[in-house]
């Protein structure tokens, strides 16, 4: 089935933007697929088009989207919060049109962090779409607080406090990974770990274990603290954070299918 390309309004705080998505119809039994991008992510990166491969290989619904203020979206990406982003995820993964709407979410980093946001969003409006898996690779749940608050030096706070950002150094970036202080402020609003809540679903977090964005050990928290019995943790040996070489694509859609198995009993 073919891809379709579109625009969903979303409102957020009395400001609308469009999201751009990719979307393709599967078997109306089988389950969708819903990707959740990183912080400085978007539907053309190794692992979304990796993928949608799969997914036409198997006929299976996905839907894939920009957050606003990256990619083909609207909006501007100093002005991005983690709500604003979940708001978004949420509206999105309404368009999946499989017979039972169920759907396994896959987010990578940040993403990792708004697909369990989502589960429990899902929940509390009581949406019809019913997550049946998750799949996050190298989730930075809480990472903001976490992570990040604990690397800065002083001058590196004084730059976010008077200049309302601060550029981190990155392998992945030449000027630097900007982080925004009304992001990192706004993201205390949705902490995951405080809140104690294990995830009951199957969950395969895949981690490398060089990650040095987000360490390996991270993945393992979420892991004891939140996994139930039939959670899946899959070490990436010598794997980054982004995880986009050949090989470690051959480990996410090993996973992926793994988790289907488990997902089907």
Not at 159 to 176: F, H, M, N, W
Not at 224 to 235: F, I, M, N, Q, T
């Amino acid at each position: 089935m073919a891809w379709i390309q579109g625009r969903l309004r979303v409102d957020f705080e009395g400001y609308g933007r469009e999201i751009a998505f990719d979307h393709r119809q599967g078997d109306p039994q089988k389950p969708a697929l819903l990707w959740l991008n990183g912080y400085r992510s978007n539907k053309s990166g190794e692992k979304v088009v990796h993928l949608k491969a799969w997914a036409d290989a198997n006929n299976y619904e996905m839907l894939a989207f920009d957050n606003s203020g990256l990619g083909e979206s609207g909006g501007t990406f100093p002005e991005g919060r983690l709500g604003q982003w979940l708001e978004e995820a949420f509206e999105g993964v309404q368009m999946i049109e499989n017979t039972k709407r169920e759907v396994i979410i896959a987010g990578s980093s940040m993403g990792g962090w708004i697909t369990l946001l989502l589960v429990n969003l899902l929940r509390e409006r009581n949406s019809d779409i019913t997550p049946v898996g998750l799949m996050l690779m190298a989730p930075a749940v809480d990472y903001t607080e976490n992570i990040v608050m604990t690397r800065l030096n002083d001058e590196q706070k004084n730059d976010l406090a008077t200049k309302g950002v601060v550029r981190l150094p990155s392998i992945y970036e030449a000027d630097g990974y900007p982080i925004y202080a009304a992001y990192l402020e706004e993201a205390k609003q949705h902490l995951y770990f405080p809140l104690k809540m294990g995830v009951d679903l199957p969950m395969t977090i895949v981690h490398g274990t060089d990650d040095a964005a987000i360490p390996f050990s991270w993945g393992e928290k979420l892991y004891r603290e939140c996994g139930r019995e039939d959670s899946v943790l899959v070490p990436v040996e010598g794997g980054d954070h982004r995880l986009s070489k050949p090989e470690n694509l051959v480990v996410m859609i090993d996973a992926l299918e793994a988790l289907i198995a488990r997902i089907n009993g």
